[in-house]
Each structure stands twice: as structure tokens, then as C-alpha cells.
């Protein structure tokens, strides 16, 4: 723990830093190669809301859940909107609750959520996120365990965000973009072979299938490769930010609507079961 009264924790190994704040979503505060954010980074103090972090986990669902209703085995639920002015609901619960730490030693950090059906999401559950910091890499794993009387729709992911610098370029092998309406909702699947562009060229909030990783990110600091146990991925490039984001994730947005939503990723957990999931970064300094 961080000696000010903010409630963060730090890993550090080699030239490596990571910060994190389980009370704001669990989330990434900063991940630095010594001064230099590898992630979009600010001190742990500073960061008032999980959407400004660098990083936060995403769960039980990723992305977009249309219009914050949804059928499950013969029943009607309902969630809350969560983003803005967006009539969806987004990302999931995980990064609007507090977690806490249960473990840490000098190289592993574990946080844990445990949520209670309501109002954000209809079935309870818990969560626990380890972050392993080594010199070259870090790594977190997610465990989410089914703590209610039913089975439930659950997806998993993260939401990285990079910082956008004068020479980042993407290079990601792909299989299938989604094509979505003004409100980010999945319309139809188009071929995407891969995405091999300068981040500044590029133009994306979209969700992609058949993700093979790594991931590629190079700019005139680093080379990373983001490689992950998920086989989907949503890329967003904004031109008027001074970031990009490259999410693992294990299904498409909005599949809880579609047709089959476990072809599309989504697993049904029964009750007591648990599914995990892993992203890792490995960085190399240019």
C-alpha cells in the first residue's frame, strides 16, 4: 500500500511500475518503464474515475448490452444504463464497483469483487483479478465464479488503453470486423484479414472475430505484444483523443441479443462454476 491515504498498491520489477486502484473499479491507475507511461497513466492520487485509467477488467459482459434489457433461459432481465448518454448498458459492472486486495507479495497482487444481484446486473457473482509484474512483462488473470442459484450469461475482457504517440503503429492478425449502428450496437460481419497501420491512419470502434494473437504496438518507445486466452477484440482509434485501445475480450458486443449468443462467445456459468481468462504484456524498450 501507497503511503498517502489513497487506497493503491504498487508493483515494481526492474525498470517496470505498476499502480493500481482496486476502490475505482479494480482498475490500472498506470503502468510505466520508469517516467515513461506504457499505458495511458496517471498517479494513483490523481485518478478520479475508472474511465481515466489505464486499464479495467470487463465483466460479466464487454462492451454494449442493448438497451439494458435482455432474455435469459426463458426470462426477462434488466440493467442499468452506466455510460453517459449511451441507452445501453457498458462494460459490465466490474468497473463500477470497489474491489479489494486479499493477497500481495513483492511480484503478485490479488483483488477481489463480490457482487450482489441488483439493480447493474440481475445474479450475483465474484471476481478476482491477479497482476503479476515482471521485468519484461505484466500479467493479469481473471476468475469469476457463479455465486447465484442459476446459470448466468457471462463474458469476460479488458479495457487497455495506450497512450497515442507520433510514430504508434497497430499490427493485429484478425478474422472479421462487425459493423455497427450510431449506437455501437453489432449490425452484420464483414472480412477484416488484419489490421497493419499507423494508429494514426486508422479509424476503428468496432469488435472483431478470429483474433490471433499477439497484437502487435510499436511506437518510437516501445514494442509491446498484448497476447491474451480471448479470441475477440475491440479496437477503438479515435482521432481526437491522445489514446487507442486494443481489447481482449471472449465475445462479440451485444451477443446476449443475438440468435445464438454462445457462438458468439458468451458461456453460460452454472451455479459454483468458475471460467478465467489472461492477458499479458510483454514490453521491450526501442
Known amino acids: 500500500m501507497t503511503e498517502s491515504s489513497t487506497p493503491s498498491f504498487e508493483l515494481h520489477a526492474g525498470a517496470l511500475r505498476l499502480a493500481l486502484r482496486p476502490d475505482l473499479g479494480g482498475c490500472i491507475a498506470g503502468l510505466w518503464h520508469r517516467d515513461t507511461p506504457i499505458l495511458r497513466s496517471c498517479e494513483p492520487p490523481a485518478l478520479t474515475a475508472p ?13 454494449r448490452l442493448g438497451h439494458c434489457h435482455f432474455r435469459w433461459k426463458g426470462h426477462d432481465y434488466t440493467t442499468q444504463r452506466n455510460f453517459g448518454d449511451s441507452p445501453h448498458s457498458v462494460h459490465g459492472v466490474g468497473w463500477t464497483q470497489p474491489w479489494e486486495i486479499t493477497s500481495s507479495s513483492a511480484v503478485e497482487v490479488v483483488l477481489r469483487l463480490r457482487h450482489a444481484a441488483g439493480e447493474a446486473w440481475p445474479f450475483s457473482f465474484e471476481a478476482s483479478q491477479y497482476f503479476t509484474l515482471t521485468p519484461e512483462s505484466m500479467r493479469v488473470q481473471l476468475v469469476f465464479t457463479n455465486t447465484a442459484a442459476v446459470a448466468q450469461p457471462v463474458g469476460l475482457g479488458w479495457h487497455p488503453y495506450f497512450p497515442k504517440r507520433e510514430r504508434s503503429r497497430l ?19 464483414v472480412a477484416q484479414p ?44 479515435p482521432q481526437d483523443k491522445d489514446f487507442f485501445c486494443v481489447e481482449p475480450v471472449s465475445h462479440v458486443n451485444n451477443a446476449i441479443h443475438m440468435a445464438d449468443p454462445l457462438a458468439h462467445g458468451l458461456q453460460s456459468v452454472a451455479p459454483g462454476e468458475s471460467i478465467e481468462a489472461w492477458m499479458k504484456l510483454d514490453i521491450a524498450v526501442v
Open 51 to 63: 474511465r481515466s485509467s489505464g486499464c479495467f477488467a470487463l465483466l460479466p459482459y464487454s462492451n
Open 171 to 189: 499490427h493485429i492478425e484478425l478474422g472479421e470486423r462487425w459493423e455497427s449502428d450510431a449506437t455501437g450496437l453489432p449490425t452484420r460481419r
Open 194 to 237: 488484419g489490421i497493419d497501420s499507423d494508429v494514426s491512419h486508422l479509424d476503428f470502434d468496432h469488435c472483431f472475430d478470429g483474433f490471433r494473437g499477439p497484437a502487435r504496438i510499436r511506437d518510437e518507445k516501445f514494442s509491446l505484444q498484448l497476447s491474451s486466452s480471448l479470441n475477440h477484440l475491440v479496437v477503438f482509434t
